[in-house]
């Protein structure tokens, strides 16, 4: 399985928007890129996902490099309410349904 | 309307009992999942089901069973409970089995063995 590379940790500041980046060197072209996060105590939840384009949804955008080897999450302006672990994770299309997620990155949000 | 719930939220027990863990869904998906979360927070799956039927089992002792009377359930069943099975338990739901998919997460169920 592809793997991605992801910071531990990382802080923002309230109202500003945050970037939290993925590097995912060995992904395939059959994989998609997607971001789920997980709030204290709480289940995993889904964020965003995409194949070679940007995308943008109502919680955050996905900016993808063009050779595909890395991604960005971009909470355009961060709240308390989103400090979560936030997962980047690959899901090959020929290949079994299990999501395998990594460590993820632990966001603090600083009021 | 909850989504995926879970039952019971918080579950403590002795060694060598058996327990179960409920599953439901309202989505109306054809595909129901069990993860588990260990202490150091690593979050792995253990079974799929699609259409009643299993088509992940990972590596999973065969104390722990699991059971999908319908599409919308997914129980799981833990016999001979051990220190090790402590953790917290999601279930997991998505309309398919597609890699585009989105699976929706229940709240958890927190299984402490002591």
């Known amino acids: 399985d592809a793997k991605t590379t992801q910071p531990n940790s990382m802080e923002s500041n309230e109202e500003e928007p945050v970037h939290l980046p993925c590097n995912h060197s060995t992904i395939s072209g059959t994989d998609y890129i997607h971001w789920y996060r997980q709030l204290p105590s709480q289940g995993p939840e889904y964020v965003i996902h995409?194949?070679?384009s940007n995308v943008n949804n109502r919680m955050a955008s996905l900016a993808i490099a063009e050779d595909r080897k890395s991604s960005t999450l971009i909470l355009h302006r961060a709240t308390l309410r989103d400090a979560a672990v936030y997962y980047c994770i690959l899901r090959d299309v020929w290949r079994d349904d299990k999501i395998i997620f990594g460590k993820g990155t632990r966001l603090h949000i600083l009021p | 309307d909850t989504a995926v719930s879970q039952t019971p939220k918080y579950l403590v027990t002795q060694m060598g009992n058996d327990k179960s863990i409920k599953c439901e869904q309202n989505l109306g998906h054809d595909t129901m999942y069990w993860y588990k979360q260990d202490s150091k927070k690593f979050l792995k799956i253990m079974f799929s089901y699609n259409n009643k039927e299993l088509i992940i089992n990972e590596t999973v002792p065969n104390r722990f069973s699991p059971k999908s009377p319908d599409k919308a359930h997914l129980n799981l069943h833990i016999n001979s409970l051990e220190l090790g099975d402590s953790a917290v338990y999601f279930c997991?739901?998505?309309?398919?089995?597609?890699?585009?998919?989105?699976?929706?997460f229940g709240p958890g169920t927190r299984l402490l063995v002591l």
């Open positions: 997991a739901s998505s309309q398919g089995t597609s890699a585009q998919e989105t699976q929706y």
């Open positions: 995409g194949l070679t």
